[in-house]
């Protein structure tokens, strides 16, 4: 494959470029904190099956601009916005997303995310299936769909119900960020590297150096995790099918971890009832599951809530009114019954989300 089809005409906020033996993705939106648009993710799939079909290249890399964010997610406005006006086209962006991330799972080739900053959301899909996932001093973890009426999709599920000690659980319901220590302890993150180190990394990549090596060598210990002394406690308490009954036993915790528990509470009491309920199920059911699998659920779930008003109220009262009071529907846990949750997780009318495998997609080089 030629170099003009890696560096086909790029749009607003992704560049594309290849450097010796690196392909290279920069994310360029640092005024709105590196979002995904459409258009942007649709880049991305062109890029990387370049990639891979591409002899010279030995490895991808993908790096953000701006001191803020590596990136703060997908743009739910845009969504939000589509579903308005042309549900089957909002519906056919979540599928194209997915199918981007399935395509990252399966390329061929090494990748390293270089995350500076908050990496949120679609951020976090867009890395978290890497082959090396780079930590800078400036990371911050964070999946928050609840507070704005959705679930943390992505196939972040398949992730989280997967990490020790609940935390999976933990985060997925309350959206709280961890730094890069927590990450590291969790292998959310592969490497701990000081952002002046990002350029000789990306140097090393373009001559081809082995890719573990030399971010084996730049590595060093973060140190404990901020959540470790809470490990015992979020295990106990998150360790139940149930959001009541998280909520009750967290209610009920006493000792030295009292008040942090009560300040979790607090998040919990804040986000979308609907949004936890879907989320906690979604989290215990990936723990059967592959991510090929997962992310046929993601699909399946976003489609009900682009139906929902909750994920259009979330929208609205975090990120375009700004005043941080939504009104969800149901308002509590209480009403969010059992066959509201199961709708979310009932069959689609089209033919959902249709991945070819693992062994089909190696088969198509990407």
């Not at 990371?139 to 507070?147: G, L, Q, R, W």
């Not at 009114?321 to 089209?350: C, I, R, Y």
Request: charged content about 25%; glycine content about 8%.
């Amino acid at each position: 494959m030629s170099t003009s089809d890696l560096t086909a005409p790029d749009v607003e906020g992704v560049t594309v470029s290849e450097n010796g033996a690196l392909g290279l993705i920069t994310l360029n939106r640092p005024q709105v904190l590196n979002v995904l648009n459409t258009p942007m993710k649709a880049r991305l799939a062109e890029a990387f099956p370049a990639f891979a079909r591409n002899p010279d290249i030995y490895a991808a890399a993908i790096e953000a601009a701006g001191e803020r964010a590596f990136c703060a997610g997908g743009d739910v406005r845009e969504s939000v916005s589509a579903a308005r006006s042309n549900m089957p086209a909002a519906r056919v962006a979540f599928k194209r997303e997915y199918e981007l991330i399935w395509l990252l799972e399966c390329f061929s080739k090494p990748t390293v995310s270089l995350i500076s900053g908050i990496v949120m959301g679609s951020g976090v899909g867009l890395t978290a299936f890497n082959t090396h996932r780079v930590a800078g001093e400036r990371y911050k973890f964070a999946m928050p769909e609840t507070a704005i009426g959705l679930f943390p999709d992505v196939g972040i599920a398949y992730v989280l119900a997967r990490l020790p000690h609940e935390i999976g659980t933990y985060l997925g319901l309350t959206g709280r960020a961890i730094s890069r220590s927590d990450a590291f302890k969790l292998g959310l993150a592969t490497h701990c590297i000081p952002e002046s180190e990002f350029a000789a990394i990306k140097a090393g990549l373009s001559e081809a150096w082995p890719v573990d090596t030399l971010l084996d060598e730049r590595h060093s210990d973060p140190g404990p995790g901020e959540l470790e002394p809470y490990n015992e406690l979020i295990a106990k308490c998150f360790a139940t099918d149930t959001v009541e009954e998280i909520i009750g036993r967290l209610k009920a915790a006493s000792g030295p971890h009292a008040e942090w528990a009560q300040a979790v509470v607090a998040d919990l009491e804040k986000q979308a009832p609907l949004s936890l309920k879907v989320t906690l199920r979604h989290i215990r059911e990936a723990r059967a599951m592959d991510l090929r699998q997962t992310l046929g659920v993601d699909y399946k779930l976003a489609c009900r809530f682009l139906e929902d008003s909750d994920f259009r109220e979330g929208v609205r009262a975090v990120l375009i009114d700004k005043d941080n009071k939504p009104n969800w529907q149901p308002a509590d846990l209480s009403g969010v019954t059992a066959e509201m949750v199961a709708h979310h997780f009932s069959q689609l009318t089209d033919d959902g989300l249709d991945l070819p495998t693992r062994s089909e997609m190696q088969a198509a080089r990407v």
